[in-house]
C-alpha cells in the first residue's frame, strides 16, 4: 500500500485539524478525502501557500490583539452615564441596556461591539455598576457606569 501526502481544508475526525498536513493510504485519499472536498496533494506549491496563509492569519490574529490592547489602555477609567427614566423610589422603568452602554461609548470615541460588553450586575435602580467589555479572547476590560435620573 503505498501512502499519499495531504493537506486538510477541513477538521476530519480521527485525521486531524484544517492545515495539517497528513499522510493517509493513496485510495483513501484519492477516493474519499479529496473527492469530498477535505484534502488537497500536498505538492510543492500548495505547502508554500499554505506556510504564507498561516503566517498571514498569524499577523492579522497579532493586530487585532494590538488593537485590542490599545482599546483596553483607552478605556481606563472610563466611566459611561447612562440616563434612565425613574420612579420616585430609584427604580429604573424599563432596563439599561447594553446597547445604550455600547452607544455612549461611541459617542466618547471607543468602538465597542455591544455583543461585547457584560454588566456584572443587571442596573435596576440609580447608581454606580460595572460591565465587563471583552476586547479579544486573552483581553478583557472593566468599565464604570453610573446610571442616572432624566
Do not use: C
Not at 12 to 29: E, I, M, S, T
Not at 42 to 66: G, H, N, P, W, Y
Not at 83 to 89: I, L, R
Not at 99 to 116: I, P, S
Request: proline content about 1%; charged content about 30%.
Amino acid at each position: 500500500m503505498s501512502n499519499m501526502k495531504l493537506i486538510l481544508t477541513q477538521d476530519v475526525r480521527n485525521l486531524g485539524h484544517k492545515d495539517d498536513v497528513v499522510a493517509v493510504k493513496a485510495g483513501y485519499g484519492r477516493n474519499f478525502l479529496i473527492p469530498k472536498g477535505m484534502g488537497k496533494l500536498a505538492t510543492e506549491s500548495a505547502l508554500k501557500m499554505l506556510a504564507e496563509d498561516i503566517k498571514q492569519r498569524a499577523f492579522k490574529q497579532d493586530k487585532v490583539k494590538k488593537d485590542a490592547e490599545a482599546l483596553s489602555t483607552k478605556l481606563e477609567g472610563v466611566k459611561v452615564t447612562i440616563k434612565a427614566k425613574t420612579g420616585t423610589s430609584g427604580k429604573i422603568f424599563g432596563a439599561v441596556t447594553v446597547l445604550q452602554v455600547a452607544n455612549t461609548l461611541k459617542e466618547m470615541g471607543y468602538e465597542v461591539d455591544r455583543r461585547k460588553i457584560v454588566f456584572n450586575e443587571e442596573p435596576k435602580m440609580l447608581g454606580n455598576y460595572t460591565a465587563t467589555v471583552t476586547l479579544h479572547k486573552e483581553i478583557s476590560k472593566t468599565i464604570d457606569i453610573e446610571v442616572v435620573s432624566e
